[in-house]
């Protein structure tokens, strides 16, 4: 089978798939459509959940928000040429990392496609060209935007035009097998948030009950279904009137007393409960939990460690799907001659003194020279030109050689002798 077959077969079983919120669709998610429209028994069941109601979950908005803004703040450089080549200054360079268009920065572009990306599962934006040259990047809502092929080609329709599949920048958190559809991150999660969300509220209609937990009424009950409700009436307001006057008891019937239904909240590990959550959603994300502000476990050494993980298998990946979306869209399939390319120095610098003896020994062994170094501090090149070369410590020399002898001659071998050396032995034989 060729891949155009095996691309008119996905064809012929859905024309077309919508990019909408999953959260909200019958074939993906029925539970929380049938709860929504009431449908569905609510006993027993755990909330249902939406991108808003997730992002209402502080360890879910801490995720989203700190990625979608470490990922938009990284330098997003163009260059001319392969490895190494030249870092380039003029219009794409300004796109990528000034501002893409006339309304939007490319801070506020790159964390709106990251924001859509970890929450709906998808980040869209079109790329506006003079013939073949880019001259503007706007975003799109992935929620309005619905994705087609014809022939075997992909296209993407959005608010009534249609675009092709090379000029739309394109970056989803996990395709699904056909390559057109996608997977949500809440949606895959929603079971860890939904669960979070319930201990939420049950924290909160705790704690507004004035931490007074359910409470069952024990003793001679009353007869009759309304001397029941007037007893319990009287109970009740017996109890208002106690917190309002801030009164440590109230009053009770003769034989009767008041136990609670239920598992308390601390016996139901609450607090350790809301704890694992936390880590649960940084799992979600392939975040270290100290990026979720989860300190239980943190220590000096460890949270550094975390640190370098985030840089190498999180933030990493995501600039790589990124670059290698902005270069084939941007240049074309087989333009090998520029690329765009983030540098991830940002998210390492460190302490002051450590990345100042890091950027000394990079120029003391030749690998960087000073204008280069200064340019990472955000400094003005050596008016001198001298900051342009590069520089060697003198006594680093090639293994066998030796410093230049006393006359100014070529530098001797360790492993010969010298001819004096040669004519003392000599004479001494």
């Not at 092929?149 to 970056?171: L, P, S, T």
């Not at 991150?185 to 509220?201: H, Q, S, V, Y």
């Not at 009770?252 to 959550?277: D, S, V, Y």
């Not at 690998?367 to 280069?372: A, I, S, V």
């Amino acid at each position: 089978m060729s891949p155009d077959d095996y691309v008119r077969q996905n064809l012929a079983r859905r024309e077309m798939r919508s990019l909408e919120d999953p959260t909200y669709r019958l074939s993906e998610n029925p539970e929380a459509l049938l709860a929504m429209l009431g449908v569905l028994d609510s006993r027993g069941a755990l909330p249902p959940v939406s991108i808003d109601a997730a992002l209402g979950v502080p360890g879910v908005m801490c995720a989203v928000g700190f990625l979608s803004r470490a990922l938009a703040s990284l330098p997003l450089h163009a260059f001319r040429g392969g490895e190494g080549g030249e870092k380039q200054d003029g219009q794409l360079a300004m796109l990528l990392n000034e501002a893409p268009n006339e309304e939007t920065s490319s801070f506020e572009w790159r964390r709106h496609k990251w924001q859509q990306v970890f929450t709906g599962g998808r980040g869209m934006s079109y790329i506006e060209r003079v013939g073949t040259k880019p001259v503007a990047i706007w975003p799109m809502d992935p929620k309005e935007a619905s994705i087609r092929r014809r022939d075997g080609r992909k296209y993407f329709v959005y608010e009534g035009r249609e675009y092709r599949a090379a000029d739309v920048i394109d970056v989803c958190f996990m395709p699904k097998s056909d390559l057109v559809g996608h997977y949500s991150p809440i949606f895959l999660g929603r079971k860890a948030i939904a669960l979070a969300i319930a201990m939420n509220d049950f924290a909160g209609s705790f704690f507004a009950s004035g931490g007074v937990p359910p409470l069952s009424l024990e003793g001679p009950l009353p007869q009759g279904a309304e001397a029941f409700k007037r007893a319990q009436a009287d109970i009740k307001r017996a109890i208002d009137m106690a917190k309002k006057a801030g009164a440590p008891f109230f009053g009770m019937p003769p034989g009767h007393a008041l136990k609670p239904i239920g598992i308390e909240p601390a016996k139901g590990q609450m607090t350790e409960a809301r704890l694992f959550q936390i880590q649960e959603v940084a799992r979600i994300w392939g975040l270290p939990p100290v990026f979720v502000q989860d300190l239980s476990k943190g220590t000096f050494s460890n949270t550094e460690q975390q640190d370098l993980q985030l840089v190498k298998h999180t933030l990493g990946q995501w600039a790589k799907a990124f670059e290698d979306e902005l270069n084939l869209k941007l240049f074309g399939q087989r333009r090998r001659s520029r690329k765009v390319k983030h540098n991830l120095d940002g998210m390492q610098r460190g302490a002051f003194k450590d990345r100042i003896e890091g950027i000394a020994r990079a120029i003391m062994t030749g690998q960087m020279t000073p204008d280069e170094g200064r340019a990472l501090e955000d400094r003005p090149p050596d008016p001198s030109g001298a900051g342009a070369k590069l520089y060697i410590q003198g006594a680093t020399v090639p293994l066998g050689t030796a410093p230049l002898g006393h006359n100014g001659g070529p530098p001797l071998n360790d492993n010969e002798e010298s001819g004096d050396d040669a004519d003392t032995d000599k004479t001494q034989d």
